[in-house]
């Protein structure tokens, strides 16, 4: 098994630009997540979803957007680029609420 | 929603010594709490957690102990040793029916001294 995979590892935007960050997993995990982690503020929660169709939002959503057509897929878009999004961002799965979280190897997005 | 607070954000401690991480949070309805290391450059990965219907738990070094009236749980290494060194994370779960959330603390990053 690979896990959760991530992808891209690093990547640069300009303000303005729009991406997304990919996210697979092949535990057949029903929880996914997006995390952004910066120093000093520990891993915030962006979007998650409990099940393929079903997305809701965390603590700091402005400006990403998800959607889960699939139980393996969870990506993450960033509409229009800004510098505080600048961060680390974290894939995570979970097989339930009360389980393991296992995460992705991260992505590490500088905007300018 | 729910808000998990983490102390001290950093730690320093001589090899040998212990080290203890203190967590809160604001959710009543949280039941599940896990403790996540993370090495420089790594991702995250999960040490020990415990359930809101026990007190404590034990893995070699590691405990955790949870104080549900309170709203707070800790955790506990002893012996600490060079590669203790890491960013440590709490976290707090709700149950499915209020939508699962994992929300983590700021961390703390834990330096053991040779």
């Known amino acids: 098994n690979a896990g959760v995979t991530q992808t891209p590892k690093f990547q640069v935007l300009k303000t303005g630009q729009s991406m997304t960050l990919q996210c697979a997993q092949d535990?057949?995990?029903?929880?996914m997540s997006w995390y952004r982690q910066d120093p000093g503020m520990g891993l915030r929660l962006i979007h998650y979803s409990v099940g393929a169709g079903i997305t809701d939002q965390g603590e700091v959503p402005n400006g990403y957007n998800v959607s889960r057509s699939t139980t393996e897929d969870f990506p993450l878009r960033l509409l229009s680029a800004a510098p505080s999004q600048t961060s680390v961002y974290f894939c995570?799965?979970?097989?339930?609420?009360?389980?393991?979280?296992?995460f992705g190897q991260g992505t590490r997005l500088t905007v300018v | 929603g729910e808000n998990v607070e983490q102390h001290p954000s950093t730690l320093s401690v001589q090899e040998g010594d212990s080290a203890v991480i203190k967590c809160t949070y604001s959710?009543?309805?949280?039941?599940?709490f896990p403790w996540y290391k993370q090495e420089l450059g790594k991702r995250p990965q999960l040490i020990i957690d415990i359930r809101s219907n026990v007190g404590e738990k034990k893995d070699q070094r590691i405990a955790v102990t949870l104080n549900k009236t309170a709203k707070h749980f800790s955790l506990h290494i002893t012996e600490t040793q060079p590669e203790d060194s890491a960013v440590y994370f709490c976290?707090?779960?709700?149950?499915?029916?209020?939508?699962?959330?994992?929300?983590f603390g700021q961390g703390t990053e834990l330096s053991v001294k040779p």
């Open positions: 959710d009543s309805a949280s039941n599940y």
């Open positions: 995570a799965s979970r097989r339930q609420s009360g389980a393991e979280a296992f």
């Open positions: 976290a707090a779960s709700t149950s499915y029916n209020q939508g699962g959330k994992l929300i």
């Open positions: 535990m057949n995990h029903e929880y």
